[in-house]
């Protein structure tokens, strides 16, 4: 049995406490990961009762920086985004030799690249761009129109293409056709931006056919990232910064790391939300992890990266993209959340000791 300098009271017993070092160390002892932690305290009204769930979340927050990141590049090439995730399954794009962007499904095991058949690459387009997965349903967008994107969704068999309706004035005369990125989809729905007089967000549904616009009041231009049941997330332009947003259909939600220049929210499962942030400084960016519920923000960077971006979450796993420098060499990756972090940043909590009960050296 160690005692702290601190002297324990009549009746104050710690059994077997091992040394804890740091707050990795902590949650893996509270969690049983590995010695048994017995505290007693004497039987008479607590005083100075303390409650420390945000010191837990705030151990949790530095735990989950302790996850397993694991390097996902598509064999034989320098530039790989994963951009989406469904359970196992793993989207994004490829740069190839013509600088043509290709996509990509990955279940773990096996690359299959997805062209989109008909997709213009450079100078005219940027080839295939690949966003978003739910189930077997894989979106993105392309150039199949000159000087025009067009949103796309694969099934695994057949290719669809998806575009804005085009404006018209009053006399029937065309006004623009605008191109159409889509960005993710759940279910039946999907959501990204078109370019008009103005770059919108949309909400659009694959089996209504109904098109929302997502413009963000007061702002010069609102994107749409990723969606998770009916809350909405992405960001908006104002003259002075970049800010990501959470909506639910009614009420709009601004999301931004505190002293970022700029908060891009790319994606959403329940209450945790994923992105990058821009620091005041300029120099690189960083990966985050945000929970709605908890309040509680998690900086990921990827180990020896100057830029991180997080653009999927599914549970525990989140995938991105990064890169060690400026050479414009990106990285995929697939980034797995310790499981009592992911616990406790879901809102598990409510543990409350007496402040002198709990005794943590070299914390």
């Known amino acids: 049995m160690r005692r702290s300098s601190m002297e324990l009271e009549e009746n104050e017993i710690i059994e077997d406490f091992p040394v804890v070092h740091n707050s990795a160390e ?151 056709t605008p191109s159409t990125r889509i960005n993710g989809i759940s279910g039946s729905n999907l959501v990204g931006g078109y370019s008009a007089n103005h770059d919108y967000g949309f909400l659009y549904n694959n089996i209504t056919h109904i098109w929302t616009t997502i413009n963000k009041p007061g702002s010069t231009w609102t994107s749409v990232q990723g969606i998770s049941g009916n809350n909405l997330v992405g960001s908006y332009g104002t003259a002075e910064a970049i800010h990501g947003f959470l909506y639910d259909g009614t009420t709009w939600t601004t999301i931004d790391y505190t002293g970022a220049a700029c908060t891009d929210v790319y994606g959403i499962d329940g209450s945790n939300l994923v992105g990058r942030y821009v620091d005041a400084s300029g120099h690189g960016s960083h990966g985050f992890l945000y929970n709605v519920t908890t309040q509680v923000w998690t900086t990921l960077d990827a180990p020896g990266a100057k830029y991180t971006s997080i653009f999927g979450i599914s549970g525990s796993n989140l995938v991105g993209t990064y890169q060690e420098d400026d050479s414009g060499v990106d990285h995929g990756f697939l980034y797995t959340v310790p499981e009592p972090a992911t616990l406790l940043l879901l809102g598990i909590g409510g543990l409350v000791l007496r402040r002198k009960d709990l005794i943590l050296k070299n914390l």
């Open 26 to 176: 902590f949650l893996r002892i509270l969690f049983g990961k590995k010695k048994t932690l017995t505290i007693f305290w004497r039987k008479k009204k607590m005083k100075n009762v303390i409650t420390i769930c945000a010191m837990t979340l705030l151990f949790a927050t530095a735990y989950a920086r302790a996850g397993t990141w694991t390097t996902l590049d598509y064999p034989g090439v320098t530039r790989t985004q994963v951009r989406g995730i469904d359970g196992s399954n793993l989207v994004g794009g490829y740069l190839d030799a013509s600088d043509t962007w290709r996509g990509f499904r990955y279940n773990g095991d096996d690359w299959t690249s997805l062209d989109a058949p008909g997709a213009y690459g450079p100078p005219v387009g940027p080839g295939t761009v690949i966003n978003g997965i739910s189930g077997n349903n894989i979106v993105g967008f392309c150039d199949i129109t000159i000087g025009y994107a067009s949103g796309c969704i694969y099934d695994g068999t057949n290719w669809n293409y998806i575009n804005k309706p085009p404006t018209y004035d009053k006399n029937g005369q065309l006004v623009e």
